[in-house]
């Protein structure tokens, strides 16, 4: 086989495999309820890539180092693609999982520092979330870390319904209301 060919079909193995590893990851996630579910009138999320922020109250698990406390979480919903169905938008808290400072969202990659864009070594055609403190960085589509010091990637939210009015972010990752 030309060798051209072998590195086409193995660089098409990796990024099968990072799809994978990807949606496993997410079903690994453990959601717990919010205190009350976030409501978004859908106009406000109208078009692919475009972000809407909100706050989230939520109660802190049994486990946490302050159990039972009401905790207020910032967050992002981003549209990632057209489409009324729940898995069209992504919410991701605003934390960085490194030393919780707040990401900020850049809906064009291109915009991203040289430096961050030669770390993650390959192109990237979607929005995205980068930290100001030390500039990790992380897909908007699900919070993935692309880059940086960050131990993981951005904690995420789950939209639990969508209806012709609005979208509603009903449950959170677990680990927030351990960890933040
Ligand atoms: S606090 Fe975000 S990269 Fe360090």
């Keep these: 086989m030309p060798v051209r060919r072998r590195h086409f079909l193995g660089q098409g193995l990796v990024l099968v495999l990072a799809g994978f590893c990807r949606r496993a990851w997410a079903q690994a996630l453990r959601f717990r309820s919010l205190a009350r579910p976030v409501v978004i009138p859908i106009g406000s999320l109208a078009t692919p890539w475009q972000a809407f922020p909100f706050m989230a109250d939520g109660v802190t698990l ?58 993650i070594g390959r192109s990237i055609a979607r929005s995205v979330y980068i930290c100001p403190c030390h500039n990790s960085t992380f897909m908007a589509e699900d919070g993935e870390r692309l880059a940086g010091p960050a131990p993981r990637g951005l904690y995420r939210f789950r939209v639990t319904k969508v209806s012709e009015a609005a979208v509603e972010i009903g449950e959170v990752e677990e680990d927030v209301l351990i960890f933040i």
Excluded: W, Y
């Design 62 to 119: 049994p486990s946490a180092a302050t159990p039972n406390q009401p905790i207020r979480i910032s967050g992002m919903v981003v549209r990632t693609s057209a489409g009324n169905e729940p898995e069209k938008f992504a919410a991701v808290c605003l934390k960085c999982p490194h030393e919780s400072c707040d990401v900020d969202f850049i809906q064009d990659p291109s915009k991203l520092p040289q430096d961050v864009k030669d770390e």
